[in-house]
Structure formats: structure tokens, C-alpha cells
């Protein structure tokens, strides 16, 4: 299985973006959703994480900026990205877990940059 992350690209410092990430064929109700995300010369990190029931969590880097969410009947993950700085520059990546296994995507590039 193939998650199909979309929505980065270039914005300006303090703009907003929106990631999804489409999950075809796997059981997504039952599936925990995160995003990371990798910078340049950096290790992947994790940035944002929702349970099937909805709980949230979020890296400290990102709090009170970007909000995770679910869309269980069309088997999507969103991240919605808001007063972006160019430290979050860096490729996303979502991840989905259930008791099935682990999947990823391919990862899109999210650059902020004046």
C-alpha cells in the first residue's frame, strides 16, 4: 500500500499550507495517521500524530501552528500548516499504523522562503 501525500510548495514566511494524505486500502478507522517531516542534512522527525478516535499530538516546534486531522470516510489524513516559518522547510511525510502493518508515502516538499 502506497499513501499519496499532496499539497506542498513554495510559500512565504507566515503563509499557510495544506497536506493530504490519502489512504486507499487499508482499514483507516483503525489506524493511528502521522506526519513527519526530514530538512536538509537533518533526521526525520516527527511532527504530528491522531489516533483513531481523534487524539492529537504535536512536536513543540509546532504547537498552536499546525493542526492534524482525519477524514475517515475518505480515508485522508490533513495537516494544515499556518504561520510558517523557513525552519519548517523540509520534505513531509505521512505515515499510517494499525495493526496491519506500517505504510508511508512518498513525501512532498514543503519550502517556505521569501
Known amino acids: 500500500v502506497q499513501l499519496q501525500a499532496s499539497g506542498g510548495g513554495l510559500v512565504q514566511p507566515g503563509g499557510s499550507l495544506r497536506l493530504s494524505c490519502a489512504a486507499p486500502?487499508?482499514?483507516?478507522?483503525?489506524?493511528?495517521m502521522h506526519w513527519y517531516r526530514q530538512a536538509p542534512g537533518k533526521q526525520r522527525e516527527l511532527v504530528a500524530s491522531?489516533?483513531?478516535?481523534?487524539?492529537?499530538s504535536y512536536a513543540d516546534s509546532v504547537k498552536g501552528r499546525f493542526t492534524i486531522s482525519r477524514d475517515n470516510a475518505k480515508n485522508t489524513g490533513l495537516l494544515q500548516m499556518n504561520s510558517l516559518k523557513p525552519e519548517d522547510t523540509a520534505v513531509y511525510y505521512c505515515?499510517?499504523?494499525?495493526?496491519?502493518?506500517?505504510?508511508w508515502g512518498r513525501g512532498t516538499l514543503v519550502t517556505v522562503s521569501s
Open positions: 505515515n499510517a499504523r494499525n495493526i496491519r502493518g506500517a505504510y
Open positions: 486500502g487499508i482499514s483507516f478507522s483503525i489506524t493511528t
Open positions: 491522531i489516533t483513531p478516535s481523534g487524539g492529537t
